[in-house]
């Protein structure tokens, strides 16, 4: 669309003289009291004596008093015999009478075959609603490309004067880098310079091995835990019980 043309109002408002901006602050430290420290009256008298340094030393502790006992064990010492696997005891089992007897023939459940299920008939009403005439189907599309407005373009009033200057074609060159100054040095080694020397690998010493004596020695003959071989596990005998219950 068309756009109204820009209008600017004149102003009647103009600064006279000189215009003077903000002047430039520099940093200067804050204005601080002076400190003014009282004179004390309070002065010590005679030598200054400071806490003595404490070495370190074991603390004291009471000697250990074993009272005497007057209960003493009288008679021989039975220890507690060694104990063998055995099976637990278990109560026999009592089986009662029973005074229930089933009567006649024992019918079981009779054998089921697969059959299909029943399922209702199909009841089709009538229908009292017919077309009439021809139908007319939905005729078949064909692709077309859609309607587009006609490209309107506008004149315009603005044309470049004179030549066009182009950015120049820039190649590449390396910038522009400081010498390198190096300054001279006044401290020099003297005397000749001792290096490490080169180590050679050794084993380090080792405490000599102290094998003290031994006044516990076994008596007698040694005796070791007998071989065991496999053998299989006791099993108690099957018993089975007569039954009361017969098929008349």
Known sequence: GERANIVKRGDNLLPE???????????APGERANIV?????LQPEGEFSKRPDASWAPGERANVVRRDDNLQPEGEFQKRPDQTWAPGERANIVKRGDNLQPEGEFQ????QTWAPG??????????????????????DATWA?????NIVRRDDNLHPEGDF??????????????NIVKRGDN??????????????????????????????????????RPDQTWAPGERANIVKRGDNLQPE
């Not at 029943?118 to 005729?139: T, Y």
């Not at 490309?145 to 407005?149: D, F, K, L, M, V």
């Not at 001792?194 to 405490?207: L, V």
């Open 165 to 178: 200057h182009k950015r120049p074609d820039q190649t590449w060159a390396p910038g522009e880098r400081a």
């Open 17 to 27: 003289g000189e215009f003077q901006k903000r002047p430039d602050q520099t940093w």
């Open 187 to 224: 401290l020099q080694p003297e005397g000749e310079f001792s290096k490490r020397p080169d180590a050679t690998w050794a084993p380090g010493e080792r405490a000599n091995v102290v094998r003290r004596d031994d006044n516990l020695q076994p008596e007698g003959d040694f005796q070791k």
């Open 108 to 111: 079981k459940r009779p054998d």
């Open 145 to 149: 490309p859609g309607e587009r407005a």
């Open 118 to 139: 029943e399922r209702a008939n199909i009841v089709k009403r009538g229908d009292n609603l017919q077309p009439e005439g021809d139908f007319s189907k939905r005729p």
């Open 37 to 41: 420290k009282r004179g004390d009256n």
